[in-house]
């Protein structure tokens, strides 16, 4: 009888635990990305944040990470990346779309001169 009052509080235990490990059904991910400025920024962001599953999207231009937070029901990492290669930047380690990258303005580009606007 003792056992089986040890495993039922070991289940509630597990199952308590699981529920509070779990506050919110938010992910969030950084992504390491090829932005050059303020308008790269606004870019990725607009794509990001227009995009089903994402919930904010911002991007750190010093170190051009974008954090990214979503709905993981309706969408996740793989799609969030493909988001920002086709918007012409790299994601992590997955190259930009090219063409997508061609279309962007000069000095959004990856090999264009450091420049501030
Ligand atoms: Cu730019």
Partial sequence: MKQVTLIFVLILGVVFGTAANKPSKQKEVKIKTSAQCEMCKERIEKNLSLS??????????????????????????????QIIIETGYDADNLMCVQSAHDKLPDCCQKNAAPHGH
């Fill in 52 to 81: 089903k599953g994402i919930v904010e999207a911002v991007l750190n231009l010093d170190d051009k990470v974008v954090t990214v937070k979503y709905n993981p029901k309706k969408t996740d990492e793989a799609k969030i990346k």
